[in-house]
Every structure is written in C-alpha cells, then in structure tokens.
C-alpha cells in the first residue's frame, strides 16, 4: 500500500511533510500532527492557529482533535485561548489523561501543566480585520463605519474584497463569512490511519462557540478497518449530522469514499431550511468540504460550492487537485478560485 495524506487546500506544506514522515517509518498521527503544525505556526493563515481571525471579543480561540486508528484513541481540545499548537495538545490529551475533551479554562491549564508556551495569538492583521468587521457589523451600534475605501488598511480591505463585501459593509452572511480549519489524515504502507483537525473557527464567534473540529464524529472520525473522514467549513452544519462518523460508516456500507462525500452533502441539504442558510434556489449558502481516505486507499475530498481544491501526497509527491462539488458557483467558473470561505 502506498503512502496517502490528504488536507484541505491550506495543507500543501502539511501533506509533503507527512507523506515524508510516514515513508520514513513515524506513526500516521504523529506524522499529520506534525504536519499541521506548520500551518498552526503560519501567520498568514487566517483560519488556523497564530494569526486566525478572532472571536467577537477579540480573541482568538482554537479548537481541535486527534485520532489515531491502531489504537482508536482520541483527545480533543475546545475554546482553547493564548496556545498555538492545538492539535499537538489534542494529542497530549489522548497520551496522558483518561479523557477525550478538555475545554475552556481547564484545557489552557491542561497546556500550562506539560509546559506549553502561552502567547496572543491574534496578530496585528487579525485584529485589524476584527476591528473593521465592528465598525462594518451594525448600523445600530456605536460604532461607524469608514467614511470611504481610504479610510481602509489595504490588507483589510483585499481580505473584505475577497468576501465580495464593500469597504463600509454589507453584513456577512454566511455565504462569505469566513470559517477556515486544517484537516489532514494519512496512511501508511501497512494500511493503519490516523487523523486530525485544528482550527481558529468562526471567525467573529460568540466567545465560547466550539464548532465542529474538536468532536469526535463530526471534525473527523477514523476506524482502522474502514477509513478515516474529516471536515472544513460551517461546523453547524456538520455536527448536527455527525457527518465524518456518517461518512466512515457509509463507506463500511460499501460506498467508495466520493459516494460517502456526496451523500454527506446531501444529507446536509436536506437538513438545512432555514431560509437564512439558503439562497434563491433553495440550496445551502455555505460551505463545507469533506475529506475521506478508504483502508483500501481509495480518496476523495467533496464540497458543498465548487470549484475549490484539496491537497494530496502519495508516491507521485504533493500536489493541490480539485475537489469534486455539488454546486457550482457562478462568479467562480472561471477563476477557479476557492469558494467555501475557508480560504
Ligand atoms: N469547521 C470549523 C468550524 O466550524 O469551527
């Protein structure tokens, strides 16, 4: 069996890194922590770790799990403030505790207790992207927004611009408000697979919010005899279906990994009717992205708007390739740029 590893698009670096630590005979969930790590580390990840766009108050909150596939273990960590290396900590939970999840307060002190090193992790691009999101959010507040394009930094406004928002706001709707995480899992020549997911989340969160990544069954899920499915994109969504449990079931089922992807989608279309989650035509206004990876090595990464792309490694080297999509959207055809708002 050759080595695979499979992310999200902003894993280019992680999948390389992985493959290579696979090959050269690490575990498959250290191999993919290690991986992730590097975009936990990347400032100009909005979405991931040091430099992810903030919650409502400010501050940036990550969230993530491991889960290892020999052993089936899992460890998690939630609304985890001042800690850059969350999944590496989500490890250190299925190591050395006897619990699944820690959050809030208790994972921070969790993190302190093995010596992890605390700093802000909102950098000064996030918090000028926060800081116009609070003048842009409301009419009704006290808060105003800028008086022409300007008045705004050229960072922020490239970033609103790219969320087809004008520089004095229109309020984000969940078609462009940004989500974001890492998803990355891997297999080894023995066919044994481990996964993870970290995040920064909603950007502009309630404080507190946990989305999908850090749950077992809903950010990622692995059963050594069948396969592995992880998510990016609105956890709301995925965790009221638990899709990556679903998605690892429905290939035990006998469905291929990109029959499980569309059906996983399916599912959340037919579940989302509010109307402020729909668009004209009744289809859901988000996105979402699935990521699956057969015991057999078969792989697919789905999503809900396409054209939009995920990262593989495997004998041939690492490389982006296009996801496969239920909807297209129009103003992308023929850019090919990303579309779920996660990057
Ligand atoms: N999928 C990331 C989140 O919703 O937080």
Redesign the pocket.
Known sequence: MPVKVIASDNGLEAVRLAHDLIQQGEDTLEAVVRGVTLVEDDPNDLTVGYGGLPNEAGDVEV?AAVMHGPTHRAGGVAALKNIKHAARLAMKVMETTDHSLLAGDGALEFARTLGFPEENLLTEKARKIWLHWKRIRSRNDSWQAPKSEEDVDPEVLEFFRKRKLNYAGEPISEQNRP???IHCAGINSASDLSCVTT?S??AFKVPGRV???PLIGA?LYVDNEIGSCG??????A?IRDVCSFAGVELMRHGMSPLEAGRELLQRICRHTTEPRLLDGEGRPNFGVRFYLLAKSGEHAAVSMWGPTKYAFADENGARIEQCDYLFERQDKKRTGEHTDGTR
């Not at 998510?231 to 709301?236: I, L, M």
């Open positions: 969230d989500t974001g995480t995040t989340g909603l989305g999908d990544s950010g998510s990016t994109g609105r956890g709301e995925n």
